[in-house]
Structure formats: C-alpha cells, structure tokens
C-alpha cells in the first residue's frame, strides 16, 4: 500500500463525518403539516458552491407544474407545453422579466435566472394560470412533502441561515440561525401561516 494512502483515506473519512444531514419540518398553527413549503439553508462564513443548475417547469391541462419552485441563482429553467393548444409564458417580477411568445412544444432556449428573489410566471392566455418561483444563493434547499419534512441533504459542518418560504404565506417565518457540527442538532422546526389559495377560474373554459 502506498504510504500516503492511509492519511489520503483518513483526510476523506473526516470529510464525510463533517457531512451533516439536515431536515426541517414545517406547520401550521394548529400543528398540521404544510406541503409545497420551500426550505433552505444559505452558509453564513462561506461561498455557497454551486448545484444542479437546470429545471423544468411544465404546462399541463392548461396549469403550471409544479405550483412553487425553488432554484439556485443561475439556474436554466425550461418551459415544455405539454398541452394540445399554444401558452404565452411572462412574469413581470423585479428579479427575471421576461416574455415567451406564443408556443407549441419546447422553446429552443431555456430562460435563466440570474438574481435571487421571488418570481410570479403567469400565461397571457389564460389567467387562472400561475406558478411561483425563489430563486436563493444555496444549492441545499427542498420543498415539504405530505408531512410537512424537507431534506436539505448533507451540509458541510458550519453556520447557516435557515429559511422558510411559502407564496401564500401571511408573514414571513423568522429565520433560524443555526450552527452544524460534531453533535450538533439536523432537525428544525417553522411555524408557518398561509391563506386559501386564491379561486382558479379554469372551470369557467
């Protein structure tokens, strides 16, 4: 065996055990879990490195799919219209406006964004169609499932801002300063209010 191997193997296994899971789970005022939620932790003494840099968003039955999304600034979004009939896809929103004309299939080019914040899409054509869209500086994010958890996979030992979004939120759920490291906890927990969903005006076509 060569002599450096050992230390080499030593180096990694302290790298792995610095890897700490984390999950975050999410409710509402009376305890329930919510779905849909985004969560995500920014690094406070460190450069975030860069993840998965692509995502969809489809057009099906006249409806965005997925409703929320949550993507890594710089991240190229495609807009496939799985549908029978044309969709114009735009958002006015401060961070990525733009305009896709309107389209059958797959437009050539996907649209990349840039800037974190929030975007609202919308189509043209059909009002009731709506998805929303955080664009964050991190690549350790996710969304809740049925029971309220989010995995944001394996952090790097450190301090992070751990943050929670909702589009139909009331307020903004205050932020959690955390600290991962030898013994330290990986499971979180937000309170989170949210309105109704706004009433879709699809069943009137």
């Known amino acids: 065996m060569h002599a450096s191997l050992p230390r080499l193997l030593v180096a990694l296994s302290s790298l792995c055990a610095l890897a700490i899971p984390v999950e975050v789970q999410v409710l509402d ?4 879990p919510l779905d849909e939620v985004v969560a995500y932790a920014a690094p406070l003494s460190a450069k975030a490195p860069k993840g998965k840099l692509a995502h969809i968003i489809d057009q099906v039955d006249k409806e965005f799919v997925p409703l929320v999304n949550v993507v890594q600034v710089g991240t190229a979004i495609s807009f496939p219209n799985k ?3 044309r969709h114009n896809i735009y958002s006015f929103s401060p961070p990525k406006p733009f305009d896709l004309k309107l389209y059958s299939g797959t437009p050539s080019s996907p649209v990349v964004f840039d ?3 929030q975007v609202v899409l919308g189509c043209n054509i059909h009002d009731w169609m709506v ?6 500086d991190t690549p350790w994010f996710d969304k809740t499932d049925a029971r309220g958890m989010a995995r944001l996979g394996d952090l790097p030992a450190g301090e992070y801002e751990l943050k929670v979004w909702h589009p139909y939120q009331t307020s903004a759920a205050p932020a959690q ?4 490291g030898t013994g330290a906890a990986s499971a979180f927990a937000f309170r989170l209010k949210l309105t109704p969903p706004p009433a879709s005006g699809k069943q009137n076509y």
Do not use: E, F, H, R
């Open 29 to 32: 005022a009376a305890g329930k």
């Open 83 to 85: 549908d029978n009939i």
């Open 115 to 117: 800037k974190p914040g």
């Open 131 to 136: 998805s929303y869209l955080l664009i964050v």
């Open 177 to 180: 300063k955390i600290k991962l």
